[in-house]
């Protein structure tokens, strides 16, 4: 069975300081990792996947998100955060060649002016 | 361009009334196709997905059941209603085939509101 962890409900970050939202997950084989972003009432929206090659992703609006495969985690990370960055951040998981897509619980950003 | 269309956007039912919610997609073919429902604002609970028609897999056991008539047409279903199927029900799809980029990232509709009293 495949699983995620998300194991803050809610990170606080003053604008214009980095920004870390933690991720683990487990999964047999390689996995597929995806950051997914959603603001009040709407849908998800994607920001970055992992899929193979380096380590290190670059997605939307300046989010990136490190994979380390011996801690199975992959963290989002932003440099500076933006009050606009405030949302709700998830992440996902699937085996390869599978299309059963599970996410974490979300963890919410609150960026502080 | 795909896009993907999920309705209604709102609904409130009494407890054991039926419920249909109706997904489509436009602009791509053979997708995979997801419902997933979120309680409380939070977490998502993957509840049904299909990789083609009348192909559902079933997530969870519940008072729900999920349907695909047609290529791009997913809906999710219930003949009584219970007030624990309030939430927020997301409708999403993939590319069905095995692209290596691209593979597996979905596409959400703006979600359902449901409220059972």
């Known amino acids: 069975a495949q699983s995620v962890a998300q194991p803050e409900d809610q990170v606080n970050v003053a604008e214009g300081n980095p920004l870390t939202v933690k991720c683990t997950y487990s999964v047999s084989g390689n996995p597929y990792l995806f950051w997914y972003v959603q603001y009040p009432n709407r849908g998800l929206q994607f920001l970055l996947k992992y899929i193979t090659g380096d380590n290190l992703v670059k997605g939307s609006y300046g989010f990136e998100a490190e994979f380390n495969k011996s801690q199975t985690s992959f963290h989002l990370k932003k440099p500076s955060a933006l009050v606009s960055d405030s949302a709700l951040y998830f992440c996902?998981?699937?085996?390869?060649?599978?299309?059963?897509?599970?996410f974490g619980t979300g963890t919410k950003l609150q960026v502080i002016p | 361009s795909q896009t993907i269309h999920q309705w209604p956007a709102t609904l409130v039912q009494p407890v054991g009334s039926p419920l249909s919610l109706e997904c489509t997609v436009e602009g791509t073919s053979n997708p995979n196709l997801y419902w997933y429902r979120q309680a409380a604002g939070r977490g998502l609970q993957l509840l049904f997905y299909s990789v083609g028609i009348g192909q559902i897999s079933s997530e969870v056991p519940q008072n729900l059941s999920a349907s695909r008539p047609q290529d791009r047409q997913f809906i999710l279903s219930s003949k009584k209603l219970l007030l624990s199927d309030s939430g927020f029900y997301l409708c999403a799809w993939s590319l069905g085939t095995a692209a290596l980029d691209g593979a597996n990232v979905l596409t959400f509709g703006a979600g359902s509101r449901l409220t059972v009293l």
């Open positions: 996902a998981v699937t085996p390869r060649g599978y299309q059963k897509v599970t």
